[in-house]
């Protein structure tokens, strides 16, 4: 039986000046724990990507997202699992964004973001931010 693709949304946070991302550590005993992200989560029933990035940034990172816009969409198969991912670029909020869960958590210079390991799923992400936000 094939897997069911699990649907994820998850936020790339800019900082006013489009120059900083916040970024979280993923728990030591989570999926893929101890790498990088984008913070965000499961897609639940009911929800469209877009809700379900504002409630995981609101959860996850303490922060009420008032602007956000789609930057990539893709499709990851892990060993584990096959996931379905929606990531948006996250360019105006209230708050301030922290590992609200208890997680690590730092703006980071896109210059610098490819000094932090990432998912394997995140390479296109990575790829597209510093095409669209990179200096
Ligand atoms: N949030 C997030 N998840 C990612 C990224 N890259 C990546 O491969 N993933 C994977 O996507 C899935 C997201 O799951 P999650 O653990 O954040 O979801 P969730 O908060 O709804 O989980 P929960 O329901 O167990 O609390 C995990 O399997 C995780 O390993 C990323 O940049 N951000
Ligand atoms: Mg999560």
């Known amino acids: 039986m094939p897997k069911k693709r699990v649907w994820i949304a998850a936020g790339i946070i800019l900082n006013s000046t489009q120059d900083h991302i916040f970024i979280t550590r993923r728990h030591a005993n989570a ?3 101890g790498l990088w ?3 965000g989560g499961k897609v639940e029933a009911n929800e469209t990507a877009e809700q379900a990035v ?3 940034l609101n959860e996850e990172v303490g922060i009420q997202v008032t602007t956000l816009t789609p930057l990539i969409s893709l499709a990851h198969d892990y060993p ?4 379905q ?3 948006f670029a996250i360019t105006a909020f209230t ?3 922290c590992g609200n869960e208890g997680q690590a958590g ?3 210079a896109i210059d610098d973001l490819e000094q932090y390991p990432f998912p394997e799923a995140n390479a296109a992400v990575l790829a597209k931010i ?3 936000y990179g200096g």
């Open 31 to 33: 999926h893929q724990g």
């Open 37 to 39: 992200e984008f913070a």
């Open 54 to 56: 504002i409630r995981e």
């Open 80 to 83: 584990d699992k096959a996931l």
């Open 85 to 87: 991912f929606d990531f």
């Open 95 to 97: 708050g301030e964004a």
């Open 106 to 108: 730092l703006w980071v």
């Open 130 to 132: 510093v095409e669209v």
